[in-house]
C-alpha cells in the first residue's frame, strides 16, 4: 500500500512538473514569435492545446506596433482595453481592421480624449474602415457624441461627415458650434450637408 501511495506520489509530481516544463516552453515560444512579429508562428501557437493567453502578450504587440500579433492574440481571446484598440485600429488596413470587428471588437469606443471613429477620418486611411464603422455602430452613440463631426471638419472627409450628419438625430447636431469650424476651414459641401439636415445660417 506503502509503494502505491509512493508511486501515486510520484507520478503526480511527474505530470505536474511536464506541465509546467511544457507551458514554460510553449510562453518562450509566444515571446520569440512577438520579438521577431511572426504573427504566423504565433497562431500557430495559441492553437496547441494548454496554451493560456496572457495580457501581457498584447501589451508587447501593440507597444512594438505588431498590428498582425495583435490581431490573432485578440483572436485567441486576449484583452484589449478601449485605448489599445483606438490605437491599433488607426494602423490597421481595412482587412484586418474588418477581421477584428467580426472578432467582437466594439466599435462604440471611447476614451475621455477621443473615440475609435476620429482616428478613422484621415484622408490618408483607407475609407472602408469609417464606412464599414458608420453601417455597424448604434446611432445612439453618434448621437451622445456629436463632436465626433468637428473631426471629420479637420480633416477635411467631406464624404465621411455627410454620411455623419445623415445618420445622426438633427436635434442632437451643435449647429452652431459645428458650423464655425467648417466655415473656418472653408468647407462648403459640409456646409450644405448641414443645411440639407436643418441647420439655418443667420
Keep these: 500500500?506503502?509503494?502505491?501511495?509512493?508511486?501515486?506520489?510520484?507520478?503526480?509530481?511527474?505530470?505536474?512538473?511536464?506541465?509546467?516544463?511544457?507551458?514554460?516552453?510553449?510562453?518562450?515560444?509566444?515571446?520569440?514569435?512577438?520579438?521577431?512579429?511572426?504573427?504566423?508562428?504565433?497562431?500557430?501557437?495559441?492553437?496547441?492545446?494548454?496554451?493560456?493567453?496572457?495580457?501581457?502578450?498584447?501589451?508587447k504587440a501593440v507597444e512594438q506596433y505588431d498590428v498582425p500579433s495583435a490581431l490573432v492574440?485578440?483572436?485567441?481571446?486576449?484583452?484589449?482595453?478601449?485605448?489599445?484598440?483606438?490605437?491599433?485600429?488607426?494602423?490597421?488596413?481595412?482587412?484586418?481592421?474588418?477581421?477584428?470587428?467580426k472578432a467582437g471588437a466594439p466599435l462604440d469606443v471611447s476614451i475621455p480624449?477621443?473615440?475609435?471613429?476620429?482616428?478613422?477620418?484621415?484622408?490618408?486611411?483607407?475609407?472602408?474602415?469609417?464606412?464599414?464603422a458608420h453601417e455597424q455602430i448604434d446611432v445612439a452613440f453618434l448621437n451622445t457624441h456629436p463632436n465626433i463631426l468637428i473631426q471629420a471638419v479637420y480633416d477635411g472627409n467631406t464624404e465621411a461627415f455627410t454620411d455623419l450628419i445623415e445618420r445622426m438625430d438633427a436635434e442632437i447636431v451643435p449647429y452652431e458650434e459645428v458650423a464655425s469650424v467648417v466655415m473656418e476651414m472653408n468647407q462648403q459641401l459640409m456646409l450644405e450637408a448641414m443645411v440639407k439636415k436643418g441647420y439655418q445660417p443667420e
Excluded: C
Design 113 to 132: 480624449s477621443s473615440t475609435l471613429l476620429e482616428g478613422l477620418y484621415s484622408l490618408n486611411d483607407e475609407p472602408e474602415k469609417w464606412r464599414l
Design 73 to 101: 492574440l485578440f483572436e485567441h481571446g486576449a484583452m484589449l482595453t478601449d485605448k489599445q484598440w483606438i490605437y491599433l485600429a488607426d494602423l490597421m488596413t481595412f482587412g484586418e481592421f474588418e477581421r477584428m470587428v
Design 1 to 59: 500500500m506503502k509503494w502505491k501511495v509512493i508511486s501515486v506520489i510520484l507520478l503526480v509530481a511527474f505530470i505536474g512538473a511536464a506541465g509546467w516544463g511544457y507551458t514554460y516552453y510553449q510562453t518562450k515560444q509566444v515571446d520569440e514569435s512577438l520579438q521577431t512579429a511572426d504573427a504566423e508562428q504565433l497562431a500557430t501557437i495559441l492553437e496547441r492545446p494548454f496554451v493560456d493567453v496572457q495580457d501581457e502578450w498584447m501589451e
